[in-house]
């Protein structure tokens, strides 16, 4: 039992509410979660189908999207499959060492997605600044070991997540008042001095994010300056264009992270429904609308997509 403490018990488990507030209406809100999921699903499948079959996608930009739409289905995967089994079939409860998993998936993926899109403010950035020398620094070999380095990364950084609240005593309370498992929630559930749990996620927290947003701020300060040197609008209106897309993934990504990460160290005001629907959306918004932004702006994926549809394609 939970209660005896021994956290190492295969038996030991929690009990995820969902979304408290929406108790009457969870059952009609899984369904647009269901949408986007699927959404999610299929649209990081067919990105990752174009670029695998078409050769001439085998460049920088599309081996760090792929990267990303294969980070998108993890994370994704990762959380709503059991959420929906909670609000449509009431299955609350979850195992001890799956919460762990899911801790682990959650923070570790969201780690690489920052990481990649990192990545590709780099490849935005010698695209334009050093057009002619981009194949040239950025080959294949050092875009794998770019991807290696994000996920690596991501793997070291989160592992002592898990394993300090594996050694840790919990209460008897192990209701966790949302649909998913994540750190600082289950943290909240401990019996003992988390103060250094607490420290390390702070320290995580701006050591990546912090690191890559300034990598990404640095990176788009450099292409703005070289953008705005172009002679002709038409030339500059087409640079700012190869960056809408990826402007447009961060948003969405760092916002709702951002706003759920405050919020749960500092928004103790903010109504537990905001908070939570706001949790749901920054683990699925991203991985829904990372395949769209791309399908539609990408011109090489989006004919694809339009042959496919046509019964053109390959």
Not at 229 to 258: D, N
Request: charged residues 10%; glycine residues 6%; aromatic residues 12%.
């Amino acid at each position: 039992m939970l209660a005896s403490r021994n956290s190492s018990s295969h038996s030991t488990f929690f009990i995820l509410l969902g979304i408290p507030g929406l108790e009457n209406y969870q059952f009609w809100v899984a369904f647009p979660f269901c949408v986007m999921y699927i959404v999610a699903v299929t649209g990081n499948i067919i990105i990752l189908h174009i670029i695998r079959i078409d050769h001439t996608l085998h460049e920088p930009m599309y081996l760090f999207l792929a990267m990303l739409a294969t980070t998108d289905l993890i994370l994704s995967s990762s959380t709503q499959p059991k959420m929906l089994a909670i609000l449509w079939f009431h299955d609350h409860k979850i195992e001890y060492h799956a919460c762990l998993i899911q801790v682990f998936f959650i923070h570790a993926f969201s780690s690489v997605e920052s990481g990649v899109l990192m990545a590709m403010a780099l490849d935005r950035y010698v695209a334009i600044c050093f057009p002619l020398r981009h194949s040239s620094i950025l080959t294949t070999s050092v875009v794998i070991k770019l991807g290696v380095a994000v996920m690596v990364r991501g793997l070291l950084w989160v592992s002592p997540f898990c394993f300090m609240i594996s050694r840790m005593p919990f209460c008897p309370n192990k209701v966790i008042p949302q649909s998913y498992c994540e750190h600082m929630a289950v943290l909240k559930l401990v019996c003992a001095d988390t103060r250094v749990n607490r420290g390390y996620g702070l320290f995580v927290a701006f050591s990546v994010v912090g690191f890559d947003i300034i990598v990404i701020s640095v990176s788009y300060v450099m292409i703005l300056r070289a953008v705005l040197r172009l002679p002709s609008g038409e030339a500059r209106l087409k640079a700012f264009g190869t960056c809408a897309s990826h402007i447009g993934v961060i948003l969405t990504l760092y916002i709702p992270a951002l706003f759920t990460f405050l919020t749960h160290r500092f928004g103790h005001h903010v109504p537990r429904v905001v908070h939570i629907m706001f949790a749901n959306v920054y683990l699925l918004v991203p991985p829904m609308l990372n395949p769209i932004i791309y399908g539609v702006r990408t011109k090489q994926i989006r004919d694809r997509v339009i042959q496919g549809c046509c019964g053109k394609g390959s």
